[in-house]
């Protein structure tokens, strides 16, 4: 009996690993497999920059540390990187961000995620970073700090 418990999960095992690489069992067991975010790549978010690719991601890099998201994963070579933590999204949804080099001078950046809130959201904030990192749009102003009034303004203001 456990002779044959042992045959049918080696089966098992065996035909995951045609299906899918070892790594790739084990990146989605763990749940950083980039499969999902690429298979949902038809539905991404798309802009074309016309800029190097090394610049695209360099700067989607910095707008992401800005914005304060998590960089999961990252793989400049392959051209995505995965974040999370995506301002009123759930801190565990995923966003990939796709890189496809078009030309030396051209690239289109894709983001893609389960979560049409946190894909737009992340496009939102992403593209609009990236439109001040290259120069189409001004900086933004910083926000302003809320001064605390003091009683006295109130007291004067009640007097008044």
């Known amino acids: 009996m ?3 418990l042992i045959i049918v999960v080696v089966g098992i095992c065996s035909s995951c690993c045609v299906i899918n690489t070892g790594e790739e069992i084990v990146k989605s067991v763990w749940g950083s497999s980039t499969r999902v975010l690429e298979k949902e790549r038809d539905n991404a978010i798309t802009k ?4 190097p690719y090394a610049e695209c991601m360099h700067n989607s890099i910095i707008v992401a ?14 051209g995505y990187m995965v974040v999370m933590g ?5 801190n565990t949804t995923e966003v990939g961000i796709f890189f496809v080099k078009l030309s030396d001078t051209q690239t289109r950046i894709e983001l893609s995620s389960l979560s049409t809130f946190a894909k737009r959201q992340a496009a939102k904030d992403l593209f609009h970073g990236l439109d001040i990192a290259f120069g189409f749009l001004p900086p933004d102003l910083p926000e302003p700090k809320e001064t605390p009034k003091n009683d006295t303004d109130q ?6």
Do not use: C, H, M, P
Not at 48 to 51: A, D, G, M, R, T
Not at 65 to 78: H, M, R
Not at 155 to 160: D, L, M
């Open 2 to 4: 456990r002779f044959l």
């Open 48 to 51: 074309i920059y016309n800029e």
């Open 65 to 78: 540390g800005k914005k304060k998201w998590v960089i999961f994963k990252k793989d400049e070579a392959k």
């Open 86 to 90: 995506i301002k009123d999204a759930v």
């Open 155 to 160: 007291t004067k203001s009640q007097k008044s």
